[in-house]
Every structure is written in C-alpha cells, then in structure tokens.
C-alpha cells in the first residue's frame, strides 16, 4: 500500500492545479478559494488508484462533486468552506453500494427464520406478499431500509421489490442513490397480473425516472424458474435498447440447477446463454452452483456476479466459488439481499463475511483480501450499475458520495493497517457521517433527512398486521 501524498493535487502549481480542480479557470491558485465543504481526515482511501492510502489528506467539495483531493496543509492554503470537518480520527473511503436487495422487505425481518430458501419463499414469504405488499407496505419498509443503511455506511444500493416507484418515493425522501428494478414474475401479485403488465409498468417508470441524477433503473426478472423464456427474450431487448442492467436471482441453489435439468434439460445458465443473456448488462445474483467449466463462460460474456454471503450462509444456499470467479477477471460485487433472510443490511458485517468465507471456500487465507472485498462493495458495484464514472471511488470530478468512519473506538486500536481494520474489526456503527453528490444525510450518527422516530413507528404498526404479538 502506497501511502501520502501519491494523488494529483499534493503540489499547488499550475500546472498541477488544472490537473487537481475540476473547474477550468485558474482559480485554485488563489488562496482562500470559495467551496461548499471541506473534510480533512486523518485517512482517505480512494479505492482508485489502487493500493492507495492518504494520510492527512483532505477532500475539498464543491457542487456535490470532488474538487480536489490533496495535502491537509495546502487544502488550507487554498480553501474556504462554509463547512469545515476535522476527522482526525476517521478514514474517509466512497459510500458502500449494496448491488442485490429488497429494501421493503424490512418489514419481514425475522419473520420466517432457520429455512431454506424454496419452503421460506413458496411457505412464508409469497404468502405473507400476497396478503400485505402495497404502496403503504413499499413505502414505509424502504424508508426503514433507507435509514438503516445510511447509518451503514450505503450510499446507494440495487433494489428489487413490487411496487418500484414506492421505493422511489422513500429514497428521493431519504437523499440516498439507488438504481430500482423493473420486476417481472410469471404469476400475478398485488403490482402486476401478467408479463405485459409489469413490462409496461416497469418501462413507464423507467420513462418518469429519466434525467434523475440520483435514480436509476435496471430490469429485474425474479429468476429463471419464475421468468418465461418468451419474457426473458423480451427483456434482453429492452435492456439492450435502453442500456441497462438486468438484476436476477441466478444458481442460488443446487435444488434451482436440478430442477432446470429435469424440466428443460439444460442448467440455467446454459438456458440464459441461449436466449443470449449473458452479457455485460446481466448481474447474476448469488451463484453458489457454478461449475468450473462456466466461468470461463462468464468472464468471456463479462457478466456481473453479485455475491450475498449471508444471505447464502442463512438460507444454506451454498457457496459461490468469489475467488475462482475473481481470478478468472469477473467482476464481482456485494449485496446483503433483504432483511427477511439475512437479516440486516450491514455492508460491513457483509465485507467481514465474504472475506472469510472466500477464505473457507477456497482453503487458501489469501483469498479475497481486505482491499479486494472494499473494492466489492464501492467501485465494483459502480461498474456493474453503470455509474463507474459517477461513483464508487473518490477521484477529482466524481460525485462526492462518501463516509466517514471513526477508527478511534478501542474495538479498531490499534491500528497498523486502516484498511484491515476496516474489514477486520470495524463496525457499521462506527460510521459517522455520509455525504451523497456532497450532501450531508448522517451528521455524526443522525439522519438529516429521516426522522427515526416516524420510521419506527411505522415499522411497529407494520408488526402489528403482519403477526400481532399476544
Ligand atoms: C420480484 S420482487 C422480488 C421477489 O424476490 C423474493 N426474494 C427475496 N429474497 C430472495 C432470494 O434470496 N431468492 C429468491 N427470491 C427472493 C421476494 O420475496 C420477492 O417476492
Ligand atoms: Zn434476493
């Protein structure tokens, strides 16, 4: 790890100052240059360059995009802001992005435990949508989810949830980035009876959240044993058209490979690749069934693969082969899938998890390190959602979608290595503030956007109705 002083920006001639700042003129050269906010830090990591750690650095803010990145002493020779921050004791790194979740699933936290998945869906969970999803369920489970991963240390997160523009509602509420899919499952539920249905209200919404600097979509067909292939088919064209992601659930179980062959004789993913699914717009979603034979396949079709260790781990899904699929060039992902089967949206637990599962997994300690598993959840991300050149790393000219976590706790000291401790030790509680495109959503552990009491509240009547305690 390089430390100090290694990015643009650490000398302040001209030269250098057109390189640093964003803006054309020459105004960095001047002292006492007019910016929004200021954050000096006893660490910044920036994901990009790799292998990069400042020490006593500061990011300057300005507009809701990085200004500059470079020495604390010079950023005060340069800069005013109407808000300065000493983190003398934090590391600032980019704002986490959880790639696969349900975020209004919240509300079934703890609902259906200790199953696996197929009598957990088909048993508890479907039953239980059936009967209670809406716009006020959508809406008040989302802004729970919201809240919980903004004091997490998420920025933005890939959602998939019936009634998508509910979502919407809450993180346009909450401040927070987030790309909402546009659902399909072959059978009729509360949002949609028929493909035609959900393909038109998904494309519709799509249409609304056009020019939204914070929201994105992504089509988000369940999983091959709930999509046809006539829908599938469809989807791949749309996607194509439009240029976005498709978010799935795929070989998230033996049972869900072995099902395949008896009905189509063909795995899954071979039935994907036929209806020309892999591509670079597929995230497949958990993979724990993967022959080494398919990832040559994967990396050739630069398919994204989002890992949710816990979500795995719980439902005793399996396990996905992340340092094989790494080592073959994939880019790979972190998600926490939703509460009702992890049961959190920590990132960080889940950071913590998939570095030492890989480990497990592949017998072999140096498997997916601390830097590479940061990576995962910031930049990777970024890249698989589209956004790598708007997040994911803190670089000159990105939105300013950041975190801010206090090392100082007895829990991470001492500290010979940030990023470690990061992975290793730290906890989601230890993050203080988050920024997203510069504006302050948790300001040293309080939302600035949610009111907590109001999200609690609603979340208790939610328990009520769903199971009424005696
Ligand atoms: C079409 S909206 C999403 C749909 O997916 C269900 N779900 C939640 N977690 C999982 C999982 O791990 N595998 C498969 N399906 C899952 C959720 O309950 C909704 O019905
Ligand atoms: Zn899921």
Redesign the pocket.
Same mark, same amino acid.
């Given at each position: 790890m390089r430390r100090a002083g290694t990015l643009p920006g650490s000398a302040c001639s001209l030269a250098e100052a057109q390189k640093t700042c964003s803006r054309e003129s020459n105004a960095c050269i001047f002292p006492g240059m007019k910016i929004d906010t200021l954050l000096y830090a006893r660490w910044i990591l920036p994901i990009e360059p790799q292998g990069v750690l400042l020490e006593n650095h500061a990011i300057a803010i300005d507009n809701g995009r990085i200004e500059a990145i470079l020495p604390a002493e010079e950023a005060a020779q340069r800069y005013s802001a109407d808000t300065i921050r000493h983190l003398d004791q934090h590391i600032l790194l980019p704002g986490l992005i959880n790639l696969h979740g $349900?975020a209004a =699933?919240t509300l079934m936290r703890g609902l259906a435990d200790d199953l696996p /998945?197929m009598e957990w /869906?088909q048993q508890h969970?479907?039953p239980a949508?059936q009967q209670w999803i809406g716009k006020e369920f959508v809406h008040d489970g989302s802004l729970l989810a919201c809240a919980e991963m903004l004091r997490g240390g998420t920025t933005c997160f890939n959602d =998939?949830?019936?009634f998508p523009e509910e979502t919407v509602r809450a993180v346009e509420q909450a401040g927070m980035r987030a790309c909402v899919?546009l659902? =399909?499952?072959d059978f009729p +539920?509360p949002w949609a009876q028929n493909p035609d249905e959900y393909l038109s209200k998904g494309i519709a919404l799509h249409d609304q959240l056009r020019g939204n600097s914070l929201i994105t979509t992504a089509f988000?067909p &369940?999983?091959p044993y +709930?999509v046809s292939d006539e829908t599938l088919q469809r989807i791949r064209t749309y996607a194509e058209e439009l240029d976005i992601p498709i978010h799935m &659930?795929v070989h998230?179980t033996a049972h869900e490979v072995a099902e395949s062959q008896d009905r189509d004789g063909k795995r899954p993913l071979q039935r994907l690749d036929e209806l020309g699914l892999l591509n670079p717009h597929l995230l497949a979603? $958990?993979m724990t069934q993967v022959n080494p034979d398919e990832i040559p396949r994967l990396a050739e079709a630069g398919v994204h693969v989002v890992h949710?260790p816990e979500?795995n781990l719980k /439902?005793a899904?399996g396990f996905c082969p992340v340092h094989q699929l790494q080592q073959a060039g994939i880019n790979l992902c972190l998600g926490t899938?939703?509460a009702?089967?992890n049961n959190d949206l920590d990132m960080f637990s889940e950071m913590h998890s998939a570095a030492l599962l890989a480990k497990a997994v592949a017998g072999d300690a140096s498997a997916l390190p601390a830097e590479a598993v940061l990576r995962m959840a910031t930049l990777n991300g970024a890249r698989a959602l589209g956004l790598e050149q708007e997040i994911g790393s803190l670089e000159v000219g990105k939105s300013a979608d950041l975190i801010a976590v206090d090392l100082g706790a007895l829990e991470t000291q001492p500290i010979y290595h940030p990023v470690s401790q990061l992975v290793y030790a730290a906890g989601r509680e230890q993050v203080t503030d988050v920024w997203v495109a510069g504006r302050q959503l948790l300001n040293q552990r309080e939302l600035t956007t949610l009111d907590p009491n109001a999200v609690l509240e609603r979340a208790a009547e939610w328990q009520q109705r769903l199971a009424p305690l005696d």
């Open positions: $349900h =699933m /998945l /869906l969970i479907w949508e =998939m949830y019936f899919g659902i =399909m499952i +539920t988000a &369940h999983a +709930t &659930h998230e979603v $958990h949710c979500s /439902l899904s899938d939703g009702a089967s």
